[in-house]
């Protein structure tokens, strides 16, 4: 488990070596699995119910048992696109519906475990499955894996690979996708820096994107949450928890998309959490 352990903080290190602000690069062998309706969270900051989705090894964290409502303004249209998340007690179980998606509809189901190792270390697992979607995409299923490292309360490192089973595109296999990241806790708790890297099995480190983000706790059960990437795209969002319930938005743009979308999420939280009323 230490070796694990060395060898993930050796990876960290070497991508956020390799320097910043680079274009990324496209291939066609890649199988990008489309935004909308799941807000973005880095992969080493995930604390909430969106571990479904972005990192199974969040869910060894985050053990509350959560049902969570999402829906999506884009297009003028609210609540076309939309989405369900339920956690609890390490399992995670995710479905979102997207309208004209590359034309057609698309729909995606996720089925998530996460389990706690040793102290600070976590591991999860996660089966997704696009019975309906554009061509491509359509009777898709993808195995993804995610660790977290927090050993020091400080720091966060985690990293997550999507697509083991590397589906078809146009006849031949797709590529792993990979993301690392690394989160800084500042003193008192308060602000939460992350880093980012994105890039599949079939890139060079200098085809990755990059991304940089901020999580601000300025009052008790409240966060504010912004991102940037090296393509100037950006995400600004925020949430508060109000006892056992918490309400969010989160707002996405995307440089030269005319049609913005934004996320709004409520849920119900049968556990503790820090509340901004008692």
């Known amino acids: 488990m230490i070796r694990f352990k060395g060898i993930i903080a050796v990876l960290m290190a070497a991508i956020l070596g390799g320097g ?39 869910l060894g964290l985050y053990t509350a048992i959560c049902t969570q409502v999402i829906g999506e303004y884009y297009d003028g249209e609210f609540a076309d696109n939309w989405g369900l998340n339920l956690t609890g007690e390490g399992i995670g179980i995710g479905y979102r519906r997207l309208r004209h998606f590359l034309g057609d509809d698309y729909r995606e189901y996720i089925f998530g475990l996460g389990q706690k190792l040793s102290h600070g270390f976590y591991i999860g697992g ?22 977290i490292l927090r050993e020091n309360p400080k720091y966060s490192i985690a990293a997550t690979f999507t ?8 006849g031949e296999k797709s590529d792993i996708e ?4 690394l989160t800084y806790i500042m003193d008192r708790n308060l602000i939460a820096l992350s880093i980012e890297v994105s890039l599949s099995t079939g890139q060079s480190l200098s085809g990755a994107s990059y991304n940089y983000g901020i999580n601000i706790y300025p009052i008790k059960g409240t966060e504010i949450y912004a991102s940037l990437d090296n393509d100037e795209n950006f995400e600004i969002g925020a949430r508060v928890n109000l ?24 849920g119900l939280v049968n556990g503790s959490q820090e509340s901004l009323i008692k």
């Open 20 to 58: 910043i602000f680079v274009s990324p690069a496209t291939a066609a062998d890649r199988l990008i699995l489309p935004e909308g309706v799941y807000y973005h969270r880095f992969i080493s900051m995930v604390n909430g119910p969106e571990a479904t989705w972005i990192n199974p090894a969040g």
């Open 126 to 147: 996660s089966y997704l499955y696009i019975p309906e979607g554009p061509e491509g995409y359509h009777k898709k299923h993808l195995w993804n894996l995610g660790f």
């Open 163 to 170: 697509n083991l089973n590397r589906s078809r595109v146009a």
């Open 178 to 181: 990979q993301v690392y990241s």
């Open 243 to 266: 006892t056992q319930y918490f309400l969010g938005l989160q707002g996405r743009h995307r440089k030269g998309n005319r049609n913005d979308a934004t996320s709004f999420y409520a």
